[in-house]
């Protein structure tokens, strides 16, 4: 990617840090005491090496397929004025809709986030959602992309996990629960994140195919 000033890998794995070393890339080893990757995300930023940038994004490990255009996305909210910056993409099966894996998002008017949820949102009361409901924006799946002003991270890491959060097990929800708005940017396609052994299974399989 060309987007990025900088590139770091942030880990608290020495054997992560071995395989990115060899490869070329940045790393920054972090505790590992961290409760979730944002914790370490905060615990990088904050260093004097990157206190000059305005934006700071978050590609989990647990999207190793993501492309270009969500991560820009993510960060265009953020330059724009949104405390956090984060995408999703419709989600076009009532498989996807019902599967908790799968993390829904709702969004306002303006595209700030209402919920995320693992439950079927919205619920669609009288009639299943068609294909047509399910491709357009109103059905959404989450993925896993954060963009931050330094700002917002500083204040998210500082606070307690909200009640919601650890109902849902979804950590964007301590945001909304303490008022951080959350942008969320429409993209026509992107990939799952891999949130179960199923997922990891398929990660591994195209990773493992001969190029095209």
């Given at each position: 990617?060309?987007?990025f000033?900088?590139?770091v890998v942030?880990?608290?794995?020495?054997?992560?840090?071995a395989?990115?070393?060899?490869m070329?890339?940045a790393v920054e080893?972090?505790?590992?005491?961290h409760a979730?990757g944002?914790?370490?995300?905060a615990?990088?930023?904050?260093?004097?090496?990157y206190?000059?940038?305005d934006v700071?994004?978050?590609?989990?490990g647990d999207?190793?397929?993501?492309?270009?255009e969500?991560?820009?996305e993510?960060a265009r909210?953020v330059?724009?004025?949104?405390?956090?910056?984060?995408?999703a993409?419709?989600?076009?099966?009532?498989?996807?809709?019902?599967?908790?894996?799968?993390v829904?998002?709702?969004?306002?008017?303006d595209g700030?986030?209402?919920y995320f949820?693992?439950a079927?949102?919205?619920?669609?009361r009288?009639?299943e959602?068609?294909?047509?409901?399910?491709?357009?924006?109103r059905?959404?799946?989450?993925?896993?992309?954060?963009a931050?002003?330094?700002?917002a991270?500083?204040?998210l890491v500082?606070?307690?996990?909200?009640e919601?959060e650890?109902?849902e097990?979804?950590?964007?929800?301590?945001?909304l629960?303490a008022?951080?708005?959350?942008?969320?940017?429409?993209?026509?396609a992107?990939e799952g994140?891999?949130d179960?052994?199923?997922?990891a299974r398929?990660a591994e399989?195209?990773?493992l195919?001969?190029?095209q």
């Amino acid at each position: 990617m060309t987007l990025f000033d900088g590139i770091v890998v942030a880990t608290d794995s020495e054997e992560v840090a071995a395989v990115c070393r060899a490869m070329g890339a940045a790393v920054e080893m972090t505790a590992a005491s961290h409760a979730s990757g944002t914790d370490r995300v905060a615990e990088v930023a904050a260093r004097p090496a990157y206190a000059g940038y305005d934006v700071i994004v978050n590609v989990q490990g647990d999207e190793p397929f993501i492309e270009e255009e969500p991560v820009a996305e993510a960060a265009r909210l953020v330059i724009e004025g949104w405390p956090i910056g984060t995408v999703a993409t419709p989600i076009r099966t009532l498989e996807a809709l019902r599967d908790p894996a799968v993390v829904k998002v709702v969004r306002r008017d303006d595209g700030g986030a209402l919920y995320f949820s693992r439950a079927p949102v919205p619920f669609c009361r009288d009639r299943e959602p068609t294909p047509a409901d399910l491709a357009s924006g109103r059905y959404l799946r989450h993925l896993g992309v954060y963009a931050y002003s330094p700002a917002a991270l500083a204040r998210l890491v500082s606070l307690p996990p909200a009640e919601l959060e650890e109902i849902e097990r979804l950590e964007q929800l301590r945001a909304l629960a303490a008022g951080i708005e959350i942008g969320v940017a429409v993209v026509e396609a992107g990939e799952g994140g891999v949130d179960t052994i199923e997922d990891a299974r398929r990660a591994e399989a195209r990773l493992l195919a001969p190029a095209q």
